[in-house]
Structure formats: C-alpha cells, structure tokens
C-alpha cells in the first residue's frame, strides 16, 4: 500500500480502487494500531461495507471473524475479500461464546441453540398467566412486557428498570409500572433459563445481552471481529 496525493490506494487484487479521504483515515488508524476497538458509523451508502475488504488486508491474524445478522448478509461482504475469514452470524457468535462453563454456571442452551421457536402472545399470556391490568387487558401486558425485555437487551444497563417500559397511549399508576417491571423481569429470566422445557424464544439480542451479563470474554481463537 501507499500514499498518494492525501488518498490511501490498496494492491486490492479484486477493484483496485481509491479509496476517500474519510476512508483513508480510518484505514491509517487501524494499520498503525490493528489491535485496538474502532466503531465506524455513517449512514447507508457511506461507504462501511466497502472498507471491509480493506480491513481485512490490515489485519495478519488466521482469527478474523466476520459477522453478520444473516449468511447473506455475510456472503455478499465476504465473496469481495482477497482471503478466507470465519464466518459467523451475531446469533451464532453468541451462542458459542454462551456454551462456554463459567466457574458455577454452566450455560448451556442444548436443543434450544437449534431452535428459534416463534410465540405468540396468546403463548405468553398462558405461559405466564398475564391478565388485565387496569386499562390495560392481558394482550395488552404480554406485548408490553415483550417490548420491555427487547428494551433491556438492546441497553447497556444491568437490570430492568422503570425506564425500559414503552411509551404507552394510557396512563397508569406507578404501582402498575412496577408490575410490568417485575412481568418483564420474571419474563427475562424464563428467557435465559437453561433448564425450562417449556422456556419462550431466546432471540439473539436475549443472548448477546446475557454475554454482556455474564463478562464472558471472546475465545482466543477469535482475534478480530469485523
């Protein structure tokens, strides 16, 4: 590789192209330093896909891992690279990383790592004996403690909370807000459970929110995720 006129030009065996300026220093930053995190973010057709192939040359590590939510997704990245990576999407990241025994637990989802089984809220509300509350009937609190547990998982806090509860078109009482807090925790639990027959889905933000939880730290193998 090498500079030319303030633009970073790759030997990229597939396009050859020139890269902008935007992309130039964000390349610059991971070669001088390609152990260190970076978040790229930029809105779509900015260019973060197109850097991927580049990244990738940066990096002299047999433990690259590209992720992904889809195999498509992952595919269409993939074919552009000048070499082989691994290949993983987030869900199946998660779920290697949550087989691993930690100390006294032992998370280990089983079957239920090969199943993305889809409830409805007719399942919850019998699952967990949901019913109505105040203005409020009982699909009402099934699809507001769901949307809560899917609050929780995409933070970064460590318990649920009052604030992760929805916007609602009723008002309720503050008791009834620490109801569905609790709902949404019992929910939460029976989710990460490993031991329940009948557990609801466990979806992939549930498992890399239980990862984070957990502190579980990425296998060695895997040296850079993309």
């Known amino acids: ?74 595919q269409s990245v993939a074919k552009r690279l000048n070499r082989s990576v691994i290949q993983k999407t987030f869900w199946e990241m998660a779920d290697d990383v949550l087989q691993i025994d930690t100390t006294a637990r032992r998370w280990t989802f089983k079957k239920r790592s090969q199943t993305r089984n889809i409830w409805r809220i007719e399942k ?14 009982a699909s009402d609190v099934a699809a507001t403690v769901i949307k809560t547990v899917n609050r929780f998982s995409y933070s970064k806090d460590t318990s649920i909370e009052e604030k992760h509860l929805p916007a609602l078109n009723i008002s309720i009482s503050r008791a009834e807000k620490m109801l569905l807090v609790e709902l949404s925790e019992q929910l939460w639990n029976a989710i990460v459970s490993v031991d329940q027959n009948d557990a609801p889905p466990i979806k992939t933000n549930h498992r890399i929110k239980l990862w984070s939880l957990l502190n579980i730290p990425i296998p060695a193998q895997y040296t850079h995720l993309i």
């Open 1 to 74: 590789s090498h500079k030319v006129e303030n633009t970073f030009v790759w030997d990229n065996r597939i396009h050859k192209k020139v890269v902008t300026p935007e992309q130039n220093r964000i390349l610059n930053i991971i070669e001088a330093e390609p152990d260190e995190p970076i978040d790229v973010q930029g809105f779509a057709g900015s260019g973060k896909s197109e850097l991927i192939p580049y990244l990738v040359d940066c990096i002299q590590s047999s433990g690259v891992v590209l992720l992904a939510d889809t195999h498509q997704q992952i």
């Open 124 to 137: 919850y509300i019998e699952r967990f004996g949901y019913h109505a509350l105040g203005l409020m009937s």
